[in-house]
Every structure is written in structure tokens, then in C-alpha cells.
């Protein structure tokens, strides 16, 4: 839990005390309506406390995001609820999830991803680095031998395999870079050949 976390719970308990103190209050000649009314409050206390601790996991649940519309010519990614643009390639005939980084010079794979692409991690050279948001990483250059997102398929993409944690994999510029046009628009990124 960080301090925003905390805050509001000593909120939420602030409010239940204060709620609680009315109740008493105003139910002081009838204990068991006031036990009553307790209770009820409580569960609906507990009942917020849960939908707030599980929100992440009921909106996942509520606003699905859709996959991408890949055609030969076009592919058409849609904005997650946090603002990214996520989508799946195969990566040497494995499938590997990537935020679309158009930051990023680089494709850039977790030491993860890279195993499972037929990377010996021990065998490359963490010749690299970069300079990103958490400070300075070593990186190791490799060459991605097939990426194919949909039928759209491309050979020889430069990439940088992380030696550091990373959530995912970053689809940079280096592949990028092999479309011909890359647009924003009705809430989806689009690449077109």
C-alpha cells in the first residue's frame, strides 16, 4: 500500500466512526435496531472496501479490450484503458505481447521474451545501454530473424535484448519504422503498408 492508499482508508474509517457515532446517537432507546443498522453499514463498508481493492480486475473484466484488425495492408491497434497500445507479434514463431513504444529506438525484449525467441541470454553480449525512465541499462543487440504481425511478416529487425526487469517488451522504431504510414485516430494506432 503507498500513502494515497493509506489516506483514503483512514477516510473511509473516519467516516465509518462518524457514521457509527450518528447511529448511536440517534438509537440510543432501541439497541437492537441500532446492532441492526451496524451491521448493514459494515457490510456495505466492506462491500466498497472490496470493489475498490478488486477495481483493476472488475474493470479488466467490464471494458474488455479488443484485439487488433490485422489485414495485409493495414493494422489497426486499439488504445488500452491506460492509454497504451498493446498487440501480440510472433517473434521467430513465438508470440510475444509489446506496448508500442514510439519512444523507443529499438524493439526491446525482456530477457524473458529473448529466451523464449531461441536467445541464449548467457551467449550475448551486453555490449549496449540505454538511457530510459529508471536510470541506465545494459544491453545486449540482437537481430530478430521473422516478425510477423498477421500476414504481414518482416525479416532482419534490429533489436536489444534488456538485461534489466521490465514489465514487457517495447515495439520501437527499429520495426516501426517498416511501415509506411503510423496515424492516431478514433482511439486506435494505425499502421498501413
Not at 466498497?48 to 487488433?68: K, N, S
Request: with cysteine; proline share 2%.
Amino acid at each position: 500500500m503507498n500513502g494515497d492508499d493509506y489516506a483514503r482508508l483512514g477516510y473511509l474509517a473516519l467516516l465509518g466512526c462518524a457514521l457509527i457515532a450518528w447511529l448511536l446517537i440517534q438509537n440510543r432507546h432501541s439497541i437492537g435496531r441500532l446492532v441492526q443498522q451496524i451491521v448493514a453499514w459494515v457490510l456495505i463498508f466492506a462491500a466498497a472496501i472490496a470493489v475498490f481493492a478488486l477495481w483493476d480486475d472488475i474493470g479488466g473484466a467490464l471494458f474488455l479490450q479488443r484485439d487488433a484488425t490485422v489485414t495485409s495492408e493495414r493494422v489497426e491497434i486499439p488504445r488500452a484503458r491506460d492509454g497504451h497500445y498493446y498487440v501480440t507479434i510472433m517473434v521467430n514463431d513465438v508470440p510475444v505481447d509489446f506496448v508500442v513504444d514510439t519512444g523507443a529506438t529499438d524493439v526491446v525484449l525482456t530477457a524473458a521474451d529473448a529466451e523464449r525467441a531461441g536467445f541464449d541470454l548467457d551467449q550475448l553480449s551486453y555490449s549496449g545501454s540505454a538511457l530510459t525512465a529508471n536510470g541506465r541499462i545494459s544491453t545486449a543487440p540482437v537481430s530478430l530473424d521473422r516478425v510477423s504481425l498477421g500476414p504481414n511478416t518482416d525479416y532482419n529487425v534490429r533489436a536489444v535484448v534488456n538485461r534489466s526487469d521490465m514489465q514487457g517488451s517495447l515495439l520501437g522504431v527499429s520495426y516501426l519504422d517498416r511501415w509506411r504510414r503510423i496515424e492516431i485516430a478514433d482511439g486506435a494506432m494505425v499502421l498501413s503498408r
